[in-house]
């Protein structure tokens, strides 16, 4: 009996483990295939206090010869950089990368560095990384101190820590689930606000929910005084804050919101600081000082006064703690909502209106009255001030007696794109709550009063429920972005990197589009704000309406390896009238499989980097020749290798329109300089001017060109590329032939450019035992037809053909233009069936 | 020549005049037919000949290619099949003998369906008076039947034959001066009751069905008979309206002794009360060990451990199992077991890759609210009418999960919805009358699709981040529209007549009546379930099945129950301390000859075998050794434990292949028989050689130490049957054990074999 039990039970206990293998594998496994190799995986430590000295390890591949790190923004400054004397053991990461190597530096936190993020890129000797980030604490900094599984689990053990501290802990992969708790002794009446950071840090660019956490503030008895998990301010990091009851210790336990073995990083910080949940009104005009109240604090409002920006767009307030509250500058005048009235008055457009959706059973009406078939912006902004109401807005005429028409106009939730934030393609919205802000253009079918009504459609409110609408003509404005889509829409630095090595040029397709606003009036040229000496942005016109342009920088001979923050102008190329452009460049981190990113990672400028010259330089001369309509052309491409350079280079073409048809990267051999793009237009190319520019890259045996860690790029001139119509056309009516029989198949010729010499004509798509007998045609600008004297065989293959056409060769300034042209229909039928003759007597 | 044969021929010249000549000759008859009504006269013949029903020409796509609406829920679509669908053939004005329609009824002519009355019986000539009149549609003012009503609440058949029948009362003074029948059968008469006030006979059109004919059978006519000692009820069922007589059969006086049990509260003297009209005596109250193990089960969801074994035996108080009762319902492991029964209910699964909102993550915040309000002993009232008006973010508002989790599908439908809604909320089946009147209860189609348009505007829509799914309801969506006639059915309470008042999102005044302390439907429903889930059985059974056909099993007891929950404020701990402090709950489960075969009427503790969750807790509860779930930290509980899976929710899930096994819910509908409850051959097979015994009998070193810590084998035997059974083992079993053990007392192997079959025990693996 029992050996039977055991055979049972050894025959499940099988089963089991190949689900196990199976469940591991799925979990194992990106959907997107290919490996997604960055630079920059790992920065540690994740957070340092200001006024301090941090020592840090930046973790990767191809970090060669380190020389500087560059920040967005100011406030740190690396120093001391090396590589580690011992690379780090190498190890693969989910995504398909790996670390091999480490660089070592010491970043130098001034006193008023702004806490919070801080985006950075490393420049080495030939690179710019992808980007990393670091964070910095207003807080002493500590480290978690568990060397025991289990160690700070319970109240009786729990790491005792002082007021104003922030401590870097990592929730473990161990198998009861860990959680930490920390001690602070406070005071009666004394605030302790307690903020985490985990998903804000997590380094890792492919997770899931081993990045949530879960906070609770308990008395010393365990008893819980507050709690958060996900929250409206900072997404999946949690946040809390109360006033203390009695002089005592209290506890501040970290722990998982959703279990799952592995270890996640996260920084607890414990302070006594203020911690409002919103401000109110939440914005004001540009450039002003706006009396403010600040809401949800546990110790009750504060009212204070803060200074706007002089620039449009959000910003933090800080009051103290590790995080602001986001406020919203806008170049108009502010608009309370009068709370005791059905309907606030709006005087004039432009505004920004400001009210509390403060109950589930609130909502505010406001009263416009506006230009019929005039475009307004109406932008909401209440999840992205970090409100806990999700906002929806609905327009109506107000009628001559008073009464309210139907309803115009009626929006929830928007794209991210309609709040000017481009080049997330990546799923899950990223993380950004501007996602469930409704923006939208609308344009009154009627000149007069409207009511513009506001509700929260999660039903909830709140004394922290704030909104701020911005109400506009439709503005004019242009931005630019960064935009990679390599898998899982890893940074590539060959898509978007502004790396130009020294005495040589690089060239980016940028991204640019207008969000809600319109276009500019005339086309356009781009100009650089802050490039660093000897580094020009090549000029070149823009058509108003495109939307990607390959945009050219040199960097002189002369010029000094460096990095530095760049942002865009445009001015008029009718008028020379300057104005700013948005910058942007959105990453996510934490992607799902599937590509579901948490969060994005933004930046409003961008970092361009002068590396030590590539060893190889990269030119094409302009076409002579224009490529035609259906047609191809060779361009020939050179290299010129500096010093011992002889490896091999990869080259392709920078920048194409969809009508232009262009080959797959190509490599020059080692030791050789030459090679040829072939292009192709297809037939319904637009007859315009376009650039072309060549890209030649080094070669990583490793890590694929796409993603751009470890290569050497440079970029030809931008040349001229016209598209033209093509020189002949031919046309031929449908034929047919038999199966043994010899016949001509007649192309019209119709001339579009003239041409000197003789052209050759070649005669594509013939089914097999059908050929052309004899050399190919020749035909010159005065010919008329183009004969193909075609034999079918006993073989040939029966039925109608409708693709064949033809190859014509044009000589034209001693080069030979390709073209494609005609679309002819033969029809090969069986032989004819001899009469029967008179048998032989 | 008589008006009729001037109207016959005035039809035969018009014969081929198509509608034209319809509507003429219908003119021509009306006065002198005006009486003879499609929906009154006709209508009622097909119902009771069985035409419209689903089997006939009631199926969704009719019979024969003739299509009626099923129990004639669309007299107007009826209306025109029969007389403009195929003119002058199923109705012949001219020659209304020739008429398809009673051709076929009488079998005159091939029918599928047979012959369904006779040419000289009643409903023959109201048909053919109906056809001979023109074939007119009821007048618009006809008064509506709102009602039926029977000419008897109740039968009480006595099993002694010596009764004779037609005795006016009974000589039991429990069953007081009901009306009193022997042997012999009586009539059930069914009268309808109109709009306009009147009343009318309609025995003749009902028809008829016993709940259990094993205690009595009904005819066609009416004739109610005794079969077998016991209690049911039977039905008649005319127009929409569905209406039941309780039918008891008692057994013979013989040998019957009412033992008079003491009563503890209203529970016991409602069930005593019942049970003694039945002539059925209540087992003995159950030993103190039994106690002990059957409520620590029902309310901490594990067998009492040892200590607490000791503790309550020693325990001389006279009120030690009140005070155990207490000191369960305090303890956070009580609302943890319900925060389980919940999650099943609610269907809670979380998956890592959940496109429709069902994340972990919002799964686990969905489960850790219920758990608090549980804790909190939140009144059942709010704590649904939360759930039911809950929006916004599904991270971060649990209750808002009600609109990811009840219905996993990719996008949210209200149908569906509403109807495990109110399956859930009501114990009401609703579903039915999507297409039809309920057959079987009082539900129209206007209630169902007026209380449909409560979720008419319900949506989710993606939130902030990849796994958010924010809950709203759109206020400018249009309420449904009924599908016959494409009205719309603003939202309405279930059979309210008026639709609700709401400024948009009408879910606000749908909370405000479902959790309303007059709302019966919603007490009772919460009560019955609460009963089910301590005694096994629900006073209405199944408990997701209530309805006008499916009366409580005692009626008086279940209203008590609903009407204390409501009086406690909807206090979960507090109905279930009455039910457990019940002599009712506490009685043996052994039987007595009077209760032998009683499964209605609580007279004795129901063998319930434990739910697989428990079951697991229960083994991990007395091997001492832990048992992971995929997903979930080391330790974790078999009843904190919901189904997590990696990918979508969608399908069925049962979150351990053990929980399979043991028949918990799989979550993919929301029928309380998803549970189950029965025993089978491979949970039997499973404890036996299923590594859920096996990697416990070996681990942990319990069943070591308790063999080399005892002070004698005797001693040894006992603690292992108190730990695994709460009990002492008898002394035969003693005896029989000992000769096993033998000499070799320290032999490891044979005390595992002795663990091994107290665990794979029916003792063990039920609550009795």
């Known amino acids: 009996m029992r050996r039977a039990r055991r055979r049972v039970d050894q025959a499940m206990r099988g089963r089991v483990h190949w689900l196990v293998i199976l469940l591991l594998l799925f979990f194992a496994v990106p959907a997107s295939a290919g490996p997604m190799t960055r630079n920059v995986e790992f920065v540690l430590p994740r957070i340092g206090q200001r006024g301090t000295t941090v020592d840090i390890r930046i973790q990767g591949v191809s970090l060669n010869d380190p020389k500087e790190v560059v920040f967005y923004s100011p406030g740190i400054r690396a120093v001391e950089l090396r590589m580690a004397p011992e690379p780090p053991p190498r190890r693969s990461l989910i995504h398909g990368a790996w670390v091999d190597q480490e660089i070592r530096c010491r970043f130098v936190i001034s006193p008023d560095c702004r806490p919070g993020e801080h985006v950075f890129r490393v420049r080495t000797a030939t690179e710019l990384t992808n980007i990393g980030t670091f964070h910095v604490s207003p807080f002493r900094v500590i480290d978690e101190a568990e060397s025991q599984s289990y160690e700070n689990d319970s109240i009786d053990k729990a790491q005792r820590v002082s007021i104003n501290t922030t401590v870097r802990g990592t929730l473990r992969s161990w198998a009861r689930g860990d959680r930490d708790i920390y001690r602070v002794t406070g005071n009666a009446g004394q605030r302790l606000s307690v903020e985490v950071d985990s998903a804000r840090i997590a380094n890792s660019h492919y997770g899931d929910s081993e990045f949530d956490v879960a906070l609770r503030i308990l008395d010393s008895g365990g008893r819980v005084l507050a709690a958060d998990d996900d929250n409206s301010i900072h997404v999946q990091d949690p946040v809390a804050s109360v006033r203390l009851p009695r002089d005592s210790d209290y506890l501040v336990e970290v722990s998982r919101s959703v279990f799952a073995p592995r270890d996640t990083r996260y920084c607890v910080h414990i302070g006594d600081n203020a911690r409002p949940r919103a401000v109110f009104p939440p914005g004001g005009p540009v450039g002003t000082r706006q009396k403010v109240k600040l809401i949800g604090d546990p110790l009750g409002e504060v009212e204070t006064e803060i200074l706007i920006p002089k620039s449009r767009g959000k910003f933090g307030h800080f009051v103290g703690g590790p995080s602001s509250v986001p406020v919203q500058a806008s170049p108009f005048p502010n608009l309370i909502e009068h709370v005791k009235a059905e309907v606030t008055p709006v005087p004039e457009i432009p505004v920004a209106l400001n009210g509390i959706i403060d109950s589930a059973t609130d909502s505010d009406s406001w009263l416009l009255t506006v230009n019929k078939a005039l475009p307004y912006r109406v932008r909401v902004s209440a999840s992205s001030l970090g409100s806990p109401i999700d906002i929806a807005i609905r327009i109506r005429p107000v009628l001559d007696d008073g009464s309210l028409g139907e309803v115009e106009l009626q929006k929830d939730d928007s794209t991210v794109s309609s709040h000017d934030i481009l080049g997330t393609g990546f799923r899950g919205r990223g993380g950004m709550p501007e996602a469930i802000d409704p923006s939208v253009i609308w344009i009154p079918k009627r000149g007069g009063p409207y009511r513009l009504d506001v509700i929260d459609s999660s039903g909830l409110g709140g004394p922290t429920g704030v909104y701020r609408i911005e109400v506009e003509p439709q503005p004019r404005t242009l931005h630019t972005y960064l935009a990679s889509r390599t898998n899982d829409w890893t940074e590539s630095m060959r898509v978007s990197g502004l790396v130009i090595p020294r005495g040589n040029r690089w060239t980016i397709n940028l991204s640019l589009s207008t969000g809600q606003a319109s276009w500019p009036k005339d086309d356009f040229e781009l100009i650089a704000k802050g490039l660093p000496k000897g580094v020009r942005l090549v000029p070149s016109r823009i058509r108003r309406l495109t939307t990607l342009w390959p945009v050219q920088f040199e960097a002189d001979e002369g010029s000094i390896p460096s990095g530095t923050t760049i942002t865009l102008a445009a001015r008029s190329v009718k008028t020379g009238q300057e104005y700013p452009v948005g910058c942007q460049q959105n990453v996510p981190f934490i992607n799902h499989s599937g590509g579901d990113a948490w969060r994005t990672v933004r930046m409003d400028r961008y970092v361009l980097a002068v590396t030590e010259p590539a060893p190889f330089t990269i030119d094409i001369d302009p076409p002579s020749v224009a490529l035609v309509r259906g047609g191809e052309l060779a361009i020939p491409v050179r290299i010129t290798r500096h010093g011992d350079f002889k490896g091999p280079v990869q080259f392709r073409c920078g920048f194409a329109p969809r009508s232009i048809t262009i080959p797959p990267p190509a490599t020059i051999s080692p030791g050789e300089t030459e090679g040829v793009l072939q292009l192709a237009a297809q037939s319904n190319a637009p007859l315009e001017t376009l650039p072309l520019v060549v890209l030649g890259s080094t070669i990583h045996e490793k890590i694929p060109d796409y993603l751009g860690a470890g290569h050497v790029r440079v970029s030809s001139k931008i040349v001229p590329l016209s598209v033209a119509q093509p020189y002949v056309e031919l046309t031929a009516s449908p034929d047919s032939i038999r199966r043994g029989e010899a016949k001509d198949f007649v192309w019209t010729i119709r001339h579009h450019t003239p041409f000197e010499g003789a052209a050759t004509a070649s005669l594509l798509g013939l089914p097999k035992g059908v050929e052309v007998i004899g050399p190919a045609p020749k035909f010159t600008s005065k010919s008329k037809q183009v004969i193909f004297p075609l034999k079918a065989t006993d073989v040939a293959l029966l039925g109608q053909v409708t693709n064949l056409n033809c190859e014509v060769r044009v000589p034209v300034d001693g080069k030979t233009i390709v073209q494609r042209t005609g679309r002819g229909v033969l029809r090969i039928d069986p032989t004819l069936k001899k009469p029967e003759t008179a048998r032989p007597q | ?768």
């Open chain 2, 1 to 768: 020549m008589t008006a009729h044969v001037k109207t016959k021929i005035t039809s035969l010249t018009l014969l081929f005049l198509g509608h034209l000549m319809l509507v003429s000759a219908r003119d021509a008859r009306a006065e002198d037919h005006s009486s003879v009504s499609f929906r009154r006269d006709v209508m009622p013949v097909f119902f009771r000949a069985g035409c419209n029903s689903g089997t006939c020409h009631g199926a969704a796509r009719g019979k024969d290619g003739f299509h009626l609406s099923l129990f004639g829920y669309d007299p107007k679509g009826d209306y025109f099949r029969i007389t403009q669908q195929m003119i002058g053939r199923r109705v012949n004005v001219a020659v209304p003998e020739q008429s398809l329609l009673l051709k076929k009824a009488i079998g005159a002519v091939a029918h599928s369906g047979g012959k369904r009355f006779a040419k000289d019986s009643e409903y023959y000539r109201t048909v053919l008076r109906w056809i001979a009149a023109g074939a007119p549609d009821g007048q618009a003012d006809l008064p509506e039947v709102v009602g039926l009503e029977l000419s008897e609440e109740r039968f009480v058949f006595d099993g002694d034959l010596t009764k004779e029948k037609g005795a006016t009362k009974t000589d039991d003074p429990h069953l007081g001066s009901l009306p009193f029948r022997g042997r012999g059968g009586e009539v059930l008469r069914v009268f309808a009751l109109h709009s306009d006030g009147s009343r009318r006979d309609v025995t003749s059109l009902a028809r008829f069905h016993s709940n259990n004919a094993s205690v009595v059978s009904i005819d066609e006519n009416g004739l109610v008979s005794p079969t077998g000692p016991g209690d049911t009820n039977v039905f008649a069922r005319f127009s929409r309206f569905t209406i039941g007589a309780e039918a008891i059969v008692l057994p013979p006086t013989e040998e019957f002794q009412w033992p008079d049990p003491p009563a503890t509260n209203f529970i016991d003297k409602l069930v005593f009360d019942r049970l003694q009209k039945l002539r059925i005596a209540p087992s003995a109250l159950c030993e103190d060990e039994t106690f002990l193990r059957r409520v620590t089960l029902d309310l901490a969801g594990r067998p009492p451990t040892p200590d607490e074994y000791s503790a309550f035996m020693a325990d001389r108080n006279a009120n030690k199992r009140s005070r155990k009762i207490d000191e369960l319902l305090a303890d956070d492991t009580f609302a943890d077991l319900w925060t389980s029964l919940w999650g099943e209910q609610l269907r809670i699964k979380g998956g890592n890759y959940a496109p429709v909102g069902t994340h972990i993550k919002a799964a686990d915040t969905f489960y850790g609210w219920i758990r608090t309000q549980l804790r909190n002993d939140r009144p059942l009232n709010e704590f649904v009418s939360e759930m039911v008006t809950a929006s916004g973010s599904n991270l971060i508002n649990g209750p808002s999960n009600l609109y990811t989790m009840l219905v996993h599908a990719p996008r949210f439908r209200p149908k569906p919805f509403a109807a495990d809604f109110s399956q859930l909320f009501l114990g009401i089946q609703i579903q039915c009358a999507e297409c039809h009147n309920h057959p079987f209860d009082r539900w129209t189609m206007d209630d169902y699709y007026g209380f449909v348009s409560f979720f008419a505007g319900m949506d989710r829509k993606p939130g902030v981040e990849s796994r958010e799914r924010r809950i709203y309801y759109d206020i400018s969506a249009p309420p449904v529209r009924h599908i016959v006639d494409q009205r719309p059915m603003p939202a309405k309470t279930l059979g309210a007549i008026k639709p609700v008042d709401h400024n948009g999102d009408p879910r606000r005044a749908l909370a405000d009546w479902l959790t309303s302390p007059d709302n019966e439907m919603f007490s009772r429903n919460l009560a019955n379930r609460i009963w089910a889930q301590l005694m096994g059985r629900g006073i209405i059974e199944p408990v997701d099945d209530i309805r006008v056909s499916n009366p409580p099993t005692n009626g008086p007891l279940l209203k008590a129950l609903s009407k204390r929950l409501v009086e406690s404020k909807f206090s979960l701990r507090s109905l279930t301390r009455d039910i457990c402090n019940s002599r009712v709950y506490q009685l043996s489960s052994q039987p007595n000859t009077s209760n032998r075969l009683d499964t209605r009427q609580f007279s004795h503790a129901r063998l319930r075998r434990l739910r697989a969750d428990v079951l697991m807790d229960s083994v991990v509860t007395v091997s001492g050794v832990p048992r992971n779930f995929a997903g979930f930290p080391e330790g974790t509980r078999a009843i904190d434990v919901y189904p997590r899976v990696a990918g979508d929710t969608v399908g069925p899930h049962f979150g351990d292949s053990f929980f399979e096994v043991f028949g918990r819910a799989s979550r993919a509908t929301i029928c309380a028989c998803e549970t189950k409850k029965e025993p089978t051959l491979s949970q039997a097979l499973h404890m036996m050689v299923g590594n859920t015994v096996q990697d416990r009998l070996h681990a942990a070193g319990r069943i070591q130490q308790i063999a080399q810590s005892s002070e004698s084998p005797e001693a040894a035997l006992e603690r292992l049957f108190i730990l695994a059974l709460c009990r002492k083992p008898t002394v035969s079993e003693s005896k029989q054990l000992m000769a096993l053990i033998g000499e070799d007392s320290k032999d490891i192997a044979i005390w595992q074999d002795i663990f091994w079959s107290l665990l794979n025990s029916t003792e063990f693996a039920f609550n009795h």
